[in-house]
Nanobody, 117 residues
Framework: QVQPVESGGGLVQAGGSLTLSCSVS?????????VAWYRQAPGKEREVIAT????????HYTDSMRGRSTIYRNYHENRAFLHMNGLQFEEPAIYYC?????????WGQGTQVPVSS
């Protein structure tokens, strides 16, 4: 199975930055994997932030955090990353890494990013 695992979550001050990473537990990303980052704030629906393909790193950003996020991957470390900046006190959230392989979707457990004032 494919089990994405997020890491790097933690408290960040309002206006601060944070980088999350995603790895595949017990395995690796492969070329055709589609990696997506989602966020879910309290009382809101889970929404996609950005997606990318593992092999060529092509990226697509939604309006969710456009201009405040960057996704990338590191082949050597075999990890996908989500870098965020300008996090606001009003938007603590749980962030998820989702991997789609062979049309099957695999979700990570999520990592919390509380935001302090």
């Amino acid at each position: 199975q494919v089990q994405p695992v997020e890491s790097g979550g933690g408290l960040v001050q309002a206006g601060g930055s944070l980088t999350l990473s995603c790895s595949v537990s017990g395995g690796t990303f492969v070329g055709d994997d589609m990696v997506a980052w989602y966020r879910q704030a309290p009382g809101k629906e889970r929404e996609v932030i950005a997606t990318n393909t593992w092999d060529d790193g092509s990226r697509h950003y939604t309006d969710s955090m456009r201009g405040r996020s960057t996704i990338y991957r590191n082949y050597h470390e075999n990890r996908a990353f989500l870098h965020m900046n300008g996090l606001q006190f009003e938007e603590p959230a749980i962030y998820y890494c989702r991997v789609k392989r062979a049309s099957v979707v695999y979700w990570g457990q999520g990592t919390q990013v509380p935001v302090s004032s």
